[in-house]
């Protein structure tokens, strides 16, 4: 297989649904591997590092912590709601999952467009010209895709399906030993 | 094809015999076996289970008499298809759905853990949301956030069980769509704006 395993963007943001994808099928080790062999490091949203790691939990916790011990997965810093890229980004996002999932617009909170804020954080404070977004939430993959269009990061942003991306790190990795 | 005798049971005997299957593990996993493979006959079905032949040949027995399998040959050795079976409980202003797909889930508890500890927590009404939940998830329709908000569970809590339903989902109900209409999406979200 020679398809890219990682897109060549310069940031890689992750969303809870990969993480957890990685954890149900026990192969974060092979997620690490992927990672580590090709010197890429996997950004958290604040929030998205909470629900992590949640305070009480009747599940294993997913092995978060050691994965930002061991310098592979680093937690971003909050979401810079005073820039207004920011907050337009995160308003369509909101948008977005509303109409796909028919809920009143009220009832969409920050916390669904938190993983947006942050790209659109990292864009606006010049620390990245380019990001890749791992997530299987397509309406608010598609909110973030525009409102950063339309907010001067044409083509900044680009998705990878998070059980695509699951599926061909195990592919690669399972059976090399 | 022959249609299903559970959809000519009168619909209590319907809910009596999908209770039967509810609270007998080993009757869901058979029901799930037979939906799983093409017309098997007992020995087929007792090939990928635990029990004896004898005890699937009862249980097969029994879930033909309740209606929740039809025998599909005339001649020896029988083959025998799941009815699909398709309710609807209201009960306190709550509506849930039992579907084949609730049989399959319940059917999965003894192997998988994340299933097992969700209806230790929730109940069996718990899971019948959740599929419910997952069905849209599996359509691009329903995020782990609002589902954690709305049912008062953890984010983490609601992403694992979408994601191991979303997987009995596809493979239960194979004629669900899940390509999102990422136009029509648009098209949406800009009628909105415009209001």
């Given at each position: 297989m020679s398809a890219q395993l990682f897109p060549s963007v310069e940031s890689h943001i992750i969303d809870a649904n990969l993480f957890i994808r990685f954890e149900r099928h026990d192969t974060v080790d092979l997620l690490e591997r992927a990672v580590t062999e090709h010197d890429v490091v996997l950004l958290l949203p604040t929030r998205v590092y909470e629900e992590l790691t949640p305070?009480?939990?009747?599940y294993g916790i997913p092995p978060v912590e050691a994965a930002i011990d061991a310098g592979w997965v680093q937690v971003l810093e909050e979401v810079d709601y005073s820039n207004p890229v920011v907050s337009a980004t995160m308003d369509m996002v909101r948008q977005y999952i509303s109409v796909a999932t028919d809920r009143?617009?009220?009832?969409?909170?920050q916390a669904d467009a938190e993983v947006g804020g942050a790209a659109a954080t990292l864009l606006e404070h010049g620390q990245t010209e380019s990001i890749a977004i791992y997530t299987n939430d397509i309406p608010a993959f598609r909110g973030i895709e525009r409102a950063l269009s339309q907010h001067?990061?044409?083509?900044s942003v680009q998705l990878v399906k998070a059980f695509n991306f699951v599926e061909s790190v195990e592919t690669r990795y399972q059976f090399q030993g | 094809m022959a249609e299903s005798a559970v959809s000519h049971s009168h619909p209590l005997d319907t809910m009596l015999a999908v209770s039967d299957v509810i609270q007998n593990n080993r009757l869901a996993q058979l029901y799930t076996r037979v939906l799983d493979l093409d017309a098997p006959t007992v020995e087929e079905l007792a090939?990928?289970?635990?029990?004896s032949t004898t005890t699937v040949y009862d249980d097969v027995k029994h879930l033909v008499e309740i209606g929740l399998l039809e025998r599909v040959?005339?001649?020896?050795?029988h083959r025998y298809r799941a009815s699909r079976v398709d309710m609807t409980i209201q009960a306190d202003g709550e509506t849930f759905q039992i579907t084949p797909t609730l049989l399959v889930a319940l059917a999965e508890r003894q192997s998988n853990e994340n299933i097992n500890l969700y209806i230790d927590r929730h109940g069996v009404s718990g899971l019948a949301t959740a599929i419910e939940y997952a069905r849209a998830y599996a359509q691009s329709k329903m995020n782990a956030r609002i589902m954690a908000r709305e049912q008062e569970i953890p984010v983490l809590e609601a992403e694992t069980i979408l994601q191991e339903l979303q997987e009995i989902i596809l493979d239960a109900e194979p004629?669900?769509?899940?390509?999102?209409d990422i136009d029509e999406l648009d098209a949406a979200v800009d009628d909105r704006l415009d209001e």
């Open positions: 305070d009480s939990y009747p009143p617009e009220h009832t969409i909170e001067g990061h044409e083509d | 090939e990928g289970l635990e029990s040959t005339e001649t020896q050795p004629d669900i769509s899940t390509s999102l």
